[in-house]
């Protein structure tokens, strides 16, 4: 990954994702964070901008994920290499973050 990737962004920390992609590559992602922002709340009625909330997934036919499920998925082998990798591109966004968003 670190061969073929200069980064990689994590949703949960989408705002400094898009600020390390402007740092980063900025060839590729000049002005990213506000052209983002200001797409984002021209899509975004109003109404829903006042009560902070935004559904994303807007598929009828979606089910939410019991508990049940969760642990299921936590505690399976199959997952575990997934959770592995995704650990591991957090640590690295968190060691980029620091190194080149250095308040």
């Known amino acids: ?11 949960e920390e989408l705002d400094t994702s898009l600020r390390l992609f402007e740092t980063i590559l900025p060839k590729f992602f000049s002005n990213v964070t506000s052209q983002y922002w200001q797409d984002q709340d021209a899509k975004i ?3 829903l901008l006042k009560e902070g909330h935004v559904v994303a997934n807007k598929n009828p036919l979606s089910k939410v994920v019991t ?14 290499l997934e959770y592995d ?3 591991f591109i957090l640590q ?7 190194h080149f968003l250095t308040e």
Do not use: D, I
């Open 67 to 80: 508990n049940v499920t969760r642990n299921h998925l936590l505690e399976s082998p199959v997952f575990e």
């Open 45 to 47: 009625p109003e109404k």
């Open 92 to 98: 690295r966004f968190h060691l980029q973050k620091k």
């Open 1 to 11: 990954m670190e061969k073929h990737f200069a980064f990689v962004g994590v949703m």
């Open 85 to 87: 990798f995704y650990h």
